[in-house]
């Protein structure tokens, strides 16, 4: 199964390169329209669909097989619901960014705008904690030993 997933990928590979070499100027109007360009496109949604498909397959794989993933899975997902809850809450609808917005030519509405502050709200919380669980335990060695 290895050698036949070499093959395929070295023969991807090919016609990727000669689909490159056969790409047109970047000054030609029809660029866009181009049959390589296309092939290209397709040949990167085909890889991009079977890295999908392999990691969500071994990823329930994975996780119907050990026991008490199940579960671990279950708490990680209800704590990022909390944190999207939290973060939700602590955004705001701001109006004067909404203004703001329509003074520019883009049009918004204050629900968007909430939802943008708890996309922010979530990374920055996600990081924190990212952070901190990275650095506590290199503190926890220099300080305990």
Known sequence: MNKIVKI???VIGLVAA?????????????????????FMFVIMYL?????????????FKKLFSTPGSIKKALFAIGGLAIIVAIS??????????VDAMSQRGIETTEGTVKNIGMGLNVF???????????????????FVK
């Open 18 to 38: 000669v689909l490159w070499f056969s790409l047109p100027d970047a000054d030609d109007p029809n660029a866009i329209n181009s049959g390589s360009m296309n």
């Open 47 to 59: 890889l991009l669909a079977i890295a999908v498909v392999t990691a969500v397959f071994f990823g």
């Open 88 to 97: 939700y809450g602590l955004s705001s609808d701001n109006m004067a960014v």
């Open 124 to 142: 920055f919380i996600l990081t924190t904690i990212a952070v901190a669980l990275m650095v506590l335990p290199g503190l926890k060695k220099m």
């Open 8 to 10: 395929v990928l070295i």
